[in-house]
């Protein structure tokens, strides 16, 4: 829809300083622009104390760590995106799961996107990963070698599925991936992980009796290439808001069944596009995130952050 444009001519006087006024209000201040290109344009950690503030999908992170970009047992993808940050409790949480996860068949963990260096919205892609506590582990291994700056633009990773059918593919999926799942599971830490329902079929399938953890493991859409992490608000994160936990029991019956039928993939009206969301506002995000993106650096940037910018996933709504 497009509105006409007031004609100012036949307006009286008083009428015209109203639509000047209005006019004025039009125009973006600092405070209308979308958070995400505030966040965006961050290139540095916020130098304060380590905290995550507000909501998976609404909040902001100050004292980011870096993960390293080659580590023990893992190394970062695309480097240009700069999103390897996070609450130091989510980079020694991914250190640990990369290095115990040898010793169950898998050489170590290529790292997708954790959070922008304030977190906060990100410029392209997830709707959630904004207070550091999110992290994206693709489902291939790292292989023996380290890989160089332009293999980890353009590598892709490897699908799970099989064509057609919301089924793993036998000759993909294997045993290690799925002990991959479940260790990080099991880490005290992880309040939620998020798998393609494919994949939490095939969990469900050869978990056998030890089965706890699997209440962690959710089905939702994408996330057949890569499963995130998602970590409960650390202590010493005032402001900091927990998800209400996932439902009792492994998520192995009905719901999944319903994640398996046809319910989900069908759009509501056919042919209707859902309609673009309007960004984040600072507004939008806890008083806090003002002060974590206006903090000014004080390191030199670590990471180096080449122009191009990869394909992102599309963006997903809360979960
Ligand atoms: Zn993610």
């Known amino acids: ?34 958070a995400k290109t505030l966040f965006g344009a961050a290139k ?8 995550a503030i507000g909501s998976y999908a609404r909040g902001c992170l100050a004292g980011a760590a870096p993960l390293p970009v ?15 940050w996070g609450h130091p409790v989510l980079i020694g949480l991914i250190e640990r799961i990369a290095t115990g996860a040898r010793s169950e068949g898998w050489n170590g963990l290529l790292v997708g996107d954790l959070a922008q260096p304030r977190g906060g919205p990100m410029t392209s892609g997830h709707a959630s990963h904004q207070i ?10 790292m292989p023996n070698r380290t890989l160089s700056t332009s293999e980890r633009e353009n590598i892709s990773a490897t699908s799970m599925l099989k064509e057609g059918v919301r089924e793993v593919d036998p000759n993909i999926w294997t045993p290690a991936h799925a002990a ?44 057949y290439y890569h499963f995130h992490v998602r970590i409960s608000c650390p202590a010493g994160s005032e402001g900091c808001k927990n998800q209400t936990p996932p439902p009792a029991g492994d998520g192995c019956g009905k719901e999944l069944d319903w994640w398996l039928s046809d319910a989900p993939w069908t759009p509501t009206k056919p042919g209707e596009k859902p309609k673009p969301k309007t960004p984040l506002s600072m507004a939008d995000l806890p008083g806090e995130c003002r002060m974590v993106v206006d903090a000014s650096a004080v390191t030199a940037p670590v990471q180096s952050a080449p122009a191009q910018s990869a394909p992102m996933p599309r ?5």
Not at 132 to 141: F, N, Q, R, V
């Open 70 to 84: 080659d580590g023990a047992a893992w190394q970062v993808m695309r480097l240009s995106r700069n999103r390897n």
């Open 132 to 141: 550091g506590l999110d992290a994206d582990i693709w489902l291939t291994p």
């Open 180 to 223: 991959l799942i479940r260790r990080a599971a099991k880490q005290p830490e992880t309040a939620r992980i998020f798998v393609h329902p494919a994949i939490k079929k095939a969990l469900c399938e050869s978990a056998g009796n030890d089965r706890g953890w699997l209440r962690t493991v959710r089905p939702w859409w994408g996330h």
């Open 44 to 51: 540095e950690p916020a130098p304060l104390a380590s905290r």
């Open 1 to 34: 829809m497009t509105r006409s444009r007031p004609s100012f001519i036949r307006l009286p006087r008083a009428s015209l300083a109203a639509a000047f006024l209005i006019a004025l209000a039009a125009v973006p201040t600092p405070a209308q622009t979308p």
């Open 315 to 319: 963006s997903r709504p809360v979960r």
